[in-house]
């Protein structure tokens, strides 16, 4: 019940946070989406309360935000869908205000839209990520004169969009980028209505000096002024965290061209915003011209940061570890059509693991989420999708800097971002028959001066272009040590040796993939393979799962207990390093890409620390017991249900846990107390060898610090029977609740003994009135998935009917199982 009263307190804060008119209004429900192009607008024209004749019968209910590519994007059996999708609905639009404007506001949608009243086209915009608006206040003015209007429409108008993913060279995102380049109106759309005097944009700018002790505001603002009134008042309140007015100013202006100079105003000793108490002020405007009112709040926050020139990252004069990870805008079953409510709940789970840093990848992301960061207290690296490929041409260029413009100018308030990214892998050629350094230089000082004129106070950064590591405030070179290239125990060698090349370093993208609930007894055996010394650096075809030279990427298991081992010696390393700015682990949560398709979940690239769905993994737990204080303990292997070895053999129990100390229980049997150090590598001294036989365990850790106590359980099977290879594959159902029934399936050799190492890719169909539940981008609901030792499980909606599932694998028979309804 608190769980989901704090989430509602949340959704509210960003809720009011988000408002920026004086009317504003989601339009989720009612839409009609068709997924192809069109002959032309009329053909998308639909009167209320009968089709278009000659219409066909193709378009299906949607509810925004929406994505197209929801489901193929992780399809094993096709490539995502790239091409144009429609939009369609009637509107009741009334705009209360006389002579207001009416706006649609985009706060996304890809890649490139067109907007329609009826058949009139009133916009159009290229770029995915970019909050934009549409103005159809004079198109809804004419079309309520057309005898249509009330007639056909019923007194409605009809609003279309078109968008369009389509392959293009010269836009950003490049379609090599590690990530779907997706389609539709994948972010909310609000209709707004405004008075005649508007604001466009606020820029309040909060500083303060290292010490807290000086503060100042500025506020300046960009107006709407489409009929040229020539005065207004405005009124600008400053209200603390507390709720206290600080500061109030009431003017008169009339002058509306350019960012306008409202306020300015200095604060002793103000209240800072910081990981531990993000506080945020807030600043209220009212603007009054001819009887209108127009109404706006921004947050803002007052902190000091600095990037020591060869030194660490420092938040409000004092030294911070930048425990950082990832985020893709991406979630199984919607793709990049995640709603408020998953955005809050990821967000949270980040903070929930110890995370004070995040850098959004590859492109400027939903206000919302940066909402949350200034709420949480996650400091934010954002950056525009200028991603591989190249350099185009002069309209790619223009989008880039368009794209910079609106990221800063859209997000300027959050006092949560210090970064603004320019690019990344801008090294990697592909796009274009011309790869030329000097022209990339060219363009990236370009982008580094536009970001320095349009924000002085925040850093510039790029992550692997290093013939561009002297242009950008902050670099971030490609250290994957462990998983690319190297050893993981070279991590922080290699890192000293980037950090001496660097003017001031940061280490984003580390970590590797790991299949969920695959699990090794010795998973560091592709180690004993890899060449040391050769640096730990990201090169052409690392990705790839054939040739080349040895590599863990390659050659490794995707383990879950390979990770738990690379993750662990990272952060205990970490904490040695104290010229570290700090470092984001690559990503938070499994997301979908078009250019692994082999992988053990198709199309997803498995590096998160969650599954596309949420889900954790072990390795969520081993951060959590390195960045956070609330008192946690966590065995390795809930998702390990049989672990295997010889009889009497001992096995490692590892306990990642926070706590001072902790002491296992074996089937009730105490095997000793254990102290925390974070350098008694793996798992900070926590660790137990433990004879087993064949036969049923149960698991206890006891961890105490101070006069708090946290437990952990979990049970698992130990096998001491070998086996062969699989000849055989079981297919079984395990639980049954609520219309969706699970199964499992099993791969057996020619004795009937669990093959505990089998990695076989298998694959899930159904006949029958039910439905499989894939497609999600997840181990446990894809169609196609490898095996995770020796299992698999899928499950299905039974839709209270009779259905057969069958399960298929190359050189083994397929198995059906029939689930009676």
């Known amino acids: 019940m608190l769980k989901k009263l704090k989430i509602a307190v949340?959704?509210?804060?960003?809720?009011?946070?988000?408002?920026?008119?004086?009317?504003?209004?989601?339009?989720?429900?009612?839409?009609?989406?068709?997924?192809?192009?069109?002959?032309?607008?009329?053909?998308?024209?639909?009167?209320?309360?009968?089709?278009?004749?000659?219409?066909?019968?193709?378009?299906?209910?949607?509810?925004?935000?929406?994505?197209?590519?929801?489901?193929?994007?992780?399809?094993?059996?096709?490539?995502?869908?790239?091409?144009?999708?429609?939009?369609?609905?009637?509107?009741?639009?009334?705009?209360?205000?006389?002579?207001?404007?009416?706006?649609?506001?985009f706060e996304g949608a890809g890649q490139k839209t067109q907007v329609y009243?009826?058949?009139?086209?009133?916009?159009?915009?290229?770029?995915?990520?970019?909050?934009?608006?549409?103005?159809?206040?004079?198109?809804?003015?004419?079309?309520?004169?057309?005898?249509?209007?009330?007639?056909?429409?019923?007194?409605?108008?009809?609003?279309?969009?078109?968008?369009?993913?389509?392959?293009?060279?010269?836009m950003m995102p490049s379609s090599l980028s590690d990530f779907n380049v997706y389609g539709g109106i994948y972010r909310y759309l609000n209709l707004v209505y405004n008075p005649q005097l508007a604001i466009d944009k606020v820029f309040a700018h909060a500083t303060v000096d290292a010490k807290g002790a000086q503060g100042n505001v500025t506020v300046k603002a960009r107006f709407l002024n489409q009929d040229?009134?020539?005065?207004?008042?405005?009124?600008?309140?400053?209200?603390?965290?507390?709720?206290?007015?600080?500061?109030?100013?009431?003017?008169?202006?009339?002058?509306?061209?350019?960012?306008?100079?409202?306020?300015?105003?200095?604060?002793?000793?103000?209240?800072?915003?910081?990981?531990?108490?993000?506080?945020?002020?807030?600043?209220?405007?009212?603007?009054?011209?001819?009887g209108q009112t127009y109404l706006t709040t921004q947050k803002i926050g007052f902190r000091h940061f600095e990037f020591v020139k060869k030194g660490p990252f420092t938040?409000?004069?004092?030294?911070?570890?930048?425990?950082?990870?990832?985020?893709?805008?991406?979630?199984?079953?919607?793709?990049?059509?995640?709603?408020?409510?998953?955005m809050i709940t990821e967000m949270k789970m980040m903070k929930e693991m110890g995370v004070n840093f995040i850098r959004l990848g590859h492109y400027q992301q939903s206000r919302i989420i940066l909402?949350?960061?200034?709420?949480?207290?996650?400091?934010?690296?954002?950056?525009?999708?200028?991603?591989?490929?190249?350099?185009?041409?002069?309209?790619?260029?223009?989008?880039?800097?368009?794209?910079?413009?609106?990221?800063?100018?859209?997000?300027?308030?959050?006092?949560?971002?210090?970064?603004?990214?320019?690019?990344?892998?801008?090294?990697?050629?592909?796009?274009?028959?011309?790869?030329?350094?000097?022209?990339?230089?060219?363009?990236?000082?370009?982008?580094?001066?536009?970001?320095?004129?349009?924000?002085?106070?925040?850093?510039?950064?790029?992550?692997?272009?290093?013939?561009?590591?002297?242009?950008?405030?902050?670099?971030?070179?490609?250290?994957?040590?462990?998983?690319?290239?190297?050893?993981?125990?070279?991590?922080?060698?290699?890192?000293?040796?980037?950090?001496?090349?660097?003017?001031?370093?940061?280490?984003?993208?580390?970590?590797?993939?790991?299949?969920?609930?695959?699990?090794?007894?010795?998973?560091?055996?592709?180690?004993?393979?890899?060449?040391?010394?050769?640096?730990?650096?990201?090169?052409?075809?690392?990705a790839s799962l054939y040739g080349g030279g040895a590599r863990v990427s390659k050659d490794g298991d995707w383990s879950?207990?390979?990770?738990?081992?690379?993750?662990?010696?990272?952060?205990?390393?970490?904490?040695?390093?104290?010229?570290?700015?700090?470092?984001?682990?690559?990503?938070?949560?499994?997301?979908?890409?078009?250019?692994?398709?082999?992988?053990?979940?198709?199309?997803?690239?498995?590096?998160?620390?969650?599954?596309?769905?949420?889900?954790?993994?072990?390795?969520?737990?081993?951060f959590q017991s390195y960045w956070t204080d609330k008192p946690m303990a966590h065995i390795y292997g809930h998702s390990w249900p049989v672990r295997w070895g010889a009889e009497g053999e001992e096995k490692m129990v590892k306990v990642y846990s926070n706590c001072d100390e902790a002491e296992l229980f074996v089937n009730g049997k105490s095997f000793g107390m254990k102290k925390r150090n974070s350098q008694d590598f793996p798992a900070a001294g926590l660790r137990w060898l433990v004879p087993m036989q064949k036969g049923t365990y149960e698991i206890k850790v006891v961890a105490k610090i101070g006069k708090v106590t946290v437990t952990d359980e979990i049970t698992q099977e130990y096998q001491s029977e070998k086996w062969g290879k699989p000849a055989k594959l079981v297919l079984q159902k395990i639980s049954e609740a609520d219309g969706v029934a699970t199964v499992e399936v099993k791969a057996y050799d020619a004795n009937n003994v669990l093959c505990l190492d089998a990695a076989n890719e298998v694959k899930f169909n159904l006949i029958g009135d039910g439905e499989l539940i894939k497609n999600q981008g997840t181990s446990t609901a894809a169609s196609k998935v490898q095996l995770y030792n020796g299992r698999a499980v899928i499950s299905l909606k039974t839709n209270s009917q009779k259905n057969v599932v069958s399960v298929s694998a190359n050189g083994l028979s397929t198995e059906f199982l029939t689930i009676e309804k």
């Open 560 to 622: 879950e207990s390979y990770m738990a081992n690379l993750i662990d010696w990272h952060l205990k390393e970490q904490e040695t390093m104290p010229w570290l700015t700090g470092t984001a682990y690559w990503p938070f949560k499994d997301f979908s890409t078009p250019i692994r398709p082999e992988n053990p979940v198709p199309y997803v690239n498995q590096k998160g620390v969650v599954e596309r769905d949420f889900t954790k993994k072990e390795s969520f737990y081993i």
């Open 315 to 342: 938040l409000n004069g004092k030294r911070v570890l930048l425990r950082g990870t990832h985020r893709h805008e991406d979630h199984a079953g919607v793709a990049a059509a995640m709603t408020e409510e998953m």
């Open 10 to 105: 949340l959704l509210l804060l960003v809720a009011f946070q988000y408002v920026q008119a004086q009317k504003s209004k989601r339009l989720n429900a009612d839409w009609e989406f068709v997924k192809q192009d069109l002959g032309g607008i009329w053909e998308a024209v639909r009167p209320v309360g009968k089709g278009n004749p000659e219409e066909l019968p193709f378009w299906q209910k949607a509810s925004l935000p929406h994505c197209f590519n929801a489901v193929d994007a992780v399809d094993p059996d096709v490539h995502y869908y790239q091409g144009a999708g429609w939009y369609r609905t009637n509107l009741d639009i009334e705009n209360p205000y006389a002579n207001g404007r009416t706006l649609l506001h």
């Open 117 to 170: 009243i009826h058949t009139t086209k009133v916009a159009e915009h290229v770029g995915g990520y970019d909050e934009w608006t549409a103005d159809i206040t004079d198109a809804v003015a004419a079309f309520k004169k057309s005898p249509l209007f009330k007639t056909q429409f019923k007194g409605k108008v009809p609003v279309i969009i078109r968008c369009d993913n389509s392959r293009d060279l010269e």
């Open 371 to 542: 909402d949350l960061c200034d709420s949480l207290g996650i400091l934010v690296w954002e950056e525009i999708p200028w991603c591989r490929g190249g350099l185009g041409g002069a309209v790619y260029q223009a989008q880039g800097k368009r794209m910079l413009t609106n990221m800063i100018e859209q997000h300027y308030n959050h006092p949560s971002i210090i970064i603004w990214g320019l690019g990344n892998e801008n090294d990697w050629p592909g796009d274009f028959s011309e790869f030329d350094k000097e022209k990339i230089r060219t363009y990236m000082k370009e982008l580094n001066d536009l970001s320095h004129k349009l924000d002085a106070s925040r850093s510039t950064a790029i992550r692997r272009c290093d013939f561009c590591r002297d242009i950008v405030d902050v670099y971030s070179p490609s250290i994957w040590a462990g998983w690319y290239r190297g050893n993981y125990t070279e991590y922080k060698d290699v890192s000293k040796g980037e950090f001496d090349k660097s003017e001031r370093f940061l280490h984003v993208e580390w970590g590797g993939d790991s299949h969920a609930r695959r699990h090794s007894e010795n998973p560091d055996n592709a180690l004993a393979k890899i060449k040391v010394g050769v640096g730990a650096d990201e090169r052409a075809g690392d």
């Open 228 to 290: 040229g009134l020539k005065d207004a008042n405005v009124k600008i309140s400053l209200v603390d965290p507390s709720g206290k007015i600080v500061f109030n100013t009431n003017k008169n202006i009339t002058s509306f061209s350019g960012d306008e100079l409202l306020a300015e105003t200095n604060l002793k000793s103000p209240k800072l915003w910081s990981i531990e108490t993000p506080q945020q002020y807030e600043v209220k405007i009212s603007v009054t011209a001819n």
